[in-house]
């Protein structure tokens, strides 16, 4: 790992879906995150893709690391909206490059850039989160 707030390390372990799926936290500090997604056979369409909606599945998980740095240990972060925009195949490991672009006091909201292992522009996505303070 790069470099991940102990406290977002600890919050990614504890969700079954990540786990599952194989997500890694490859950074998560000061409201930005990268999150990878290994390609499986098991993920993908009838062409070979991984399918859209683990795409926006990686792009939903990676808005909420980068907010979650942004926050304390026992905030949560409900996701209130999602857009996503496909824009290439995803046939090999993705990665997830978040970042925040406001965090106010109800609402959080993240911009999302997913690239494929040779750096090709995926899918993009704008997603927004309730602030559930502790």
């Known amino acids: ?4 707030c102990e406290h977002v390390a600890r919050r990614a372990q504890l969700v079954p879906a990540v786990q599952w799926l194989g997500m890694e ?3 998560a500090h000061d409201g930005k995150a990268r999150v990878r997604l290994p390609y499986k056979a098991q993920m993908c ?18 808005g909420a690391m980068a907010l979650l740095s942004l926050l304390n240990e026992k905030d949560f972060t409900p996701t209130i909206e ?3 925009n496909y824009l290439g195949p995803g046939r090999s490991d993705l990665t997830a490059e978040a ?36």
């Open 45 to 62: 369409n009838s062409r070979g893709m991984v399918h859209g909606g683990l795409v926006s599945t990686l792009a939903d998980f990676a």
């Open 82 to 84: 999602m857009s996503v």
């Open 1 to 4: 790992m790069d470099q991940v």
């Open 99 to 134: 970042r925040v672009l406001k965090c106010g006091s109800r609402v959080g909201t993240a911009y999302v850039q997913i690239v494929d292992a040779e750096g090709g522009l995926t899918a993009v996505a704008l997603a927004s989160y309730a602030l559930s303070r502790a």
């Open 25 to 27: 936290v490859l950074e």
